[in-house]
């Protein structure tokens, strides 16, 4: 077994303690995950490449379905059909509760309220969420076909912890990218933000930092010159400097 099959097993054991672990210990387990992730090459390659183009934010509204009012509300997590999807949303999840973004407590409470039990919630979270996100990596390796459905594009970083930086960094830029799409302002203005965060992707995927700083400052006049809506520059230094 070479150091890549090692480094799969490892992620597919991470995820089955994930699932089999106690709810005061879940936070714990899902770092354990991510660093799998970013600690594999062949795993950094694939969840790249899933998450290149994936739109989060709008798959966020799909598949964390709220049906209904007040006492009659139900809400379920719809996971996306293609495998691809399916990766990529819930990396994104395991990523948002790692960062806080969002609280796992609250969203157990709300899509798995089961018994009214945080525990029962977490293990129906494992069954619905994380076992079929295990399944498609088990399936794929045991196939060898990352390669052709999956092809890199970008050469991995050789230290985990960048990697993973990078990993989130390009999440971060994913979610800034819908910020501009969504917003009210005008054709060109939304332009002329999408091109400085290609630019940006770019130049930190090059390892271009004093580009990626230019840019960087740009852009922020730019959030300045509409509203100050961004915090990017922020986020990206305070990963920087972890």
């Known amino acids: ?17 994930l699932r089999s672990c106690k709810f005061i210990m879940a936070t714990t ?4 995950v991510l660093r799998s992730i970013a600690a594999s ?15 989060y934010i709008t798959a966020k509204r799909s598949c964390l379905a709220v049906t209904g009012e007040g006492f009659a509300q139900t809400c379920r997590v719809i996971l996306p059909e293609q495998p691809a999807d399916r990766l990529a949303f819930v990396f994104c999840l395991l990523a948002e509760f790692d960062r806080g973004s969002m609280d796992l407590n609250d969203f157990l409470r709300r899509y798995f309220p089961e018994d009214g039990s945080y525990s029962s919630g977490f293990r129906s979270f494992g069954e619905a969420v994380i076992a079929p996100f295990e399944k498609i990596v088990r399936q794929l390796f045991e196939e060898q076909a990352q ?30 990218r819908n910020l501009i799409e969504n917003s009210g302002m005008s054709g060109s203005d939304k332009s002329d933000g999408l091109s400085m965060l290609a630019g940006l992707e770019d130049a930190l995927k090059d390892g271009r930092a004093s580009e990626a700083e230019a840019i960087l400052r740009g852009y922020d006049y730019y959030s300045v010159c509409h509203g100050g809506f961004s915090q990017l520059t922020q986020q990206i230094a305070s990963l920087t400097e972890a």
Not at 1 to 9: I, L, N, P, T
Not at 41 to 55: A, G, I, N, P, Q
């Open 1 to 17: 077994m070479d150091g890549s099959d090692r480094q799969v097993k490892d992620f597919l054991k991470k995820c089955g303690e």
């Open 29 to 32: 387990h899902i770092k354990d």
């Open 147 to 176: 390669e052709r459905q999956y092809a890199p594009t970008a050469q991995p970083a050789a230290d985990p912890a960048r990697a993973q930086r990078a990993t989130v960094i390009a999440l971060l830029i994913a979610q800034e």
């Open 41 to 55: 090459e062949v795993l950094y390659r694939l969840f790249s490449e899933v998450t290149k183009d994936f739109d």
